[in-house]
């Protein structure tokens, strides 16, 4: 059934969350939208094209929507996106690219798979999540959920990127020239496939930003997190990489909480 949706003059419209409503959204009459908000009110279609509005915000989380996600059409009005979040849904596909507006952004608990995008360069984003986690999953299939593979992307030149989450996905590699920035407080690529290796050049990308520079850049009292728990190298509780554990104590002496186990 449809929903009748409120529309505040502000050009948003939205319903109160935890309401389970059920049904469908039509947003093809609203011809003045610019942000929409229906997060946990059990609706599971959204008839008309949401990226072909100029919209500063999506929050549909926490719903049942299947949809397939084709990314964001090379035309469509994306250059005023702040948020998408849109977390704990059945979209499915992949995620090519990030709106260039765009500052959160969480696509968590859905069906996307394939590589993530691109984030070099871009001094927009300031939270990215896109975890996966099987029991939290609205899908319970008897078989593993797609989810994102491939390399982990570098994050040299996001300056305000400050968290950065891929839990519980199948990333097996980072990208050769792997960096991170400054202002990240909390990074999580736990329970993924990182071996030595990959987890060996994202600590030695943190001690190049952070340990080596002179003056060192300390994060004491800051609470930043560097979460590398649950890959496959690591089972043993032992890392047998000696530089992988001088890297870790460099950056415990600056105040960071890596975990690893």
Known sequence: HPINATWSGGGTISIVANQDVGGTI?????TNLTSLNFSQVGIGLVEGNIFDRK???????GNGITQRFNGFPPNSNLDTLVELLISGNNFNGGFPAIPKTAEFINISDNDFYGTLPSFEGNSTIQKFVADRSQENSPLQYPIPIDCFNGDLPSLRGC???VHFSIKGN???GVEPYFNVTESIYYFDVSDN???VGPIRKILKAFNEVFFEPSPQISVSGQGRIIDISGNQDFIDNSPSDSSTLTYISNLQSLGWTVTIV
């Open 55 to 61: 919209l500063t915000r999506i929050n549909l989380s």
């Open 26 to 30: 039509d947003i093809r009459d609203f």
């Open 170 to 172: 199948s990333i097996t």
């Open 193 to 195: 496939d990182l071996g």
């Open 159 to 161: 300056d305000n990127l």
